[in-house]
């Protein structure tokens, strides 16, 4: 699967901004897409998680300002980012996650950079 995400920016503290990632396959049939983000000198951390059944999962961090969602006859998901805030900085990474015999195989886009100024 190849992921291909965009949408990162400059953006003020409070504002908004919408990160989408397209695949290469048809996200239905992937176990979960996710959002990662990885702010500089600290570790990657899932953000947000979008089960093959609908079910969402969010970071507690941005509970109540993210929302991930999926267009499925675009194969694409998105994040959108809200009431932003400067410690939302980081690189987001798109991740698509499948489980097959036991095996987790993992795939990455190549990441898009989100800068929140207070």
């Known amino acids: 699967v190849q992921l291909q995400a965009s949408g990162g920016g400059l953006v003020l503290s409070g504002g908004s901004l919408r990160l989408s990632c397209a695949a290469s396959a048809n996200i239905v049939s992937i176990g979960s897409m996710n959002w990662y983000r990885q702010a500089p000198g600290k570790q990657r951390e899932l953000v947000a998680g979008?089960?093959?059944?609908?079910?969402?999962n969010y970071a507690d961090s941005v509970k109540g300002r993210f929302t991930i969602s999926r267009d499925n006859a675009k194969n694409t998901v998105y994040l959108q980012m809200n009431s932003l805030k400067p410690e939302d900085t980081a690189v987001y990474y798109c991740?698509?996650?499948?489980?097959?015999?036991?095996?987790?195989?993992?795939?990455w886009g190549q990441g898009t950079q989100v800068t929140v100024s207070s």
């Open positions: 979008l089960g093959r059944g609908g079910s969402a």
């Open positions: 991740n698509a996650r499948e489980t097959k015999n036991n095996n987790v195989y993992n795939f």
